[in-house]
C-alpha cells in the first residue's frame, strides 16, 4: 500500500514511506544502516539479508508502514520511523507501536524526531488508533526527552505496581 500525501514543515517534509519506491528504499536502507551500527541499535552494519529483503516483507506483512523525513533544503533523508498495528484488548481499539526511530546524526536536534512522531500520531488517529507504545533503552536518555517533549511517558497502571518493562525471548 503506497501512501503519497506528505506533510510539509518549514524545514521538514514527512512522507508515509512507499516501500516500492527506489529512491525511498536506498534512504530507507541507508538510514537503518546507519542505525544498526550505533550502540543503542546493536553497533553492528544491517545484516545482508535485511539489505535484500526488508522493503519487501515490510510491504508484505500488514499493518506496517514507515514514515520518513526528508530536508526541504536538499531533499536529503534525515530520519525514519518504523510502526506496525496492534491490538489494544482494554480499549478495543487498534494501536500503534513504534518499533524504530532513527535521526541522521547530521541532523539530530533539529525537531525530526518530533515532525515524525507527531506525523505518525495523526496517522494513528486517521487509522481509528487509541494510542502509540515504543520502547527505548533505559540509557538513551537523549530518545527519552525527545519523547518526552511530544507527550510520551513510561507506561504504568499503577504507580505501586511499577512501570512496565519491554521483554523479549529468541525463538
Known amino acids: ?9 518549514s524545514a521538514v517534509r514527512v512522507v508515509v514511506v ?21 550502540p543503542f541499535g546493536g553497533g553492528e552494519p544491517l545484516p545482508d539479508k535485511c539489505q535484500t529483503e526488508l522493503l519487501s516483507k515490510l510491504a508484505e506483512f ?9 530536508s526541504n533544503e536538499n531533499d536529503k533523508a534525515l530520519g525514519l520511523v518504523n510502526c506496525f498495528t496492534g491490538f489494544s484488548t482494554f480499549s478495543c481499539q487498534p494501536l500503534i507501536n513504534i518499533h524504530d526511530v532513527i535521526v541522521s546524526e547530521q541532523a539530530r536536534g533539529q525537531g525530526v524526531c518530533a515532525a515524525m512522531l507527531d506525523f505518525v500520531a495523526r496517522e494513528a488517529k486517521k487509522r481509528g488508533c487509541c494510542k502509540l507504545t515504543m520502547e527505548v533503552l ?8 525527545a519523547y518526552r517533549k511530544v507527550g510520551y511517558k513510561p507506561y504504568t497502571l499503577d504507580e505501586e505496581l511499577g512501570q512496565a518493562e519491554f521483554w523479549q525471548r529468541y525463538l
Not at 500488514?62 to 520518513?68: I, K, L, N, Q, R
Not at 533505559?138 to 526527552?145: D, G, P, T
Request: aromatic share 12%.
Open 18 to 38: 512507499d516501500y516500492g519506491d527506489k529512491h525511498q528504499g536506498i534512504d530507507f536502507l541507508a538510514l537503518m544502516d546507519e542505525y544498526a551500527r550505533h
Open 1 to 9: 500500500m503506497a501512501f503519497l500525501t506528505p506533510e510539509v514543515s
Open 138 to 145: 533505559e540509557q538513551n536518555l537523549v530518545a527519552k526527552n
Open 62 to 70: 500488514p499493518g506496517a508502514f514507515s514514515v520518513m523525513a526528508y
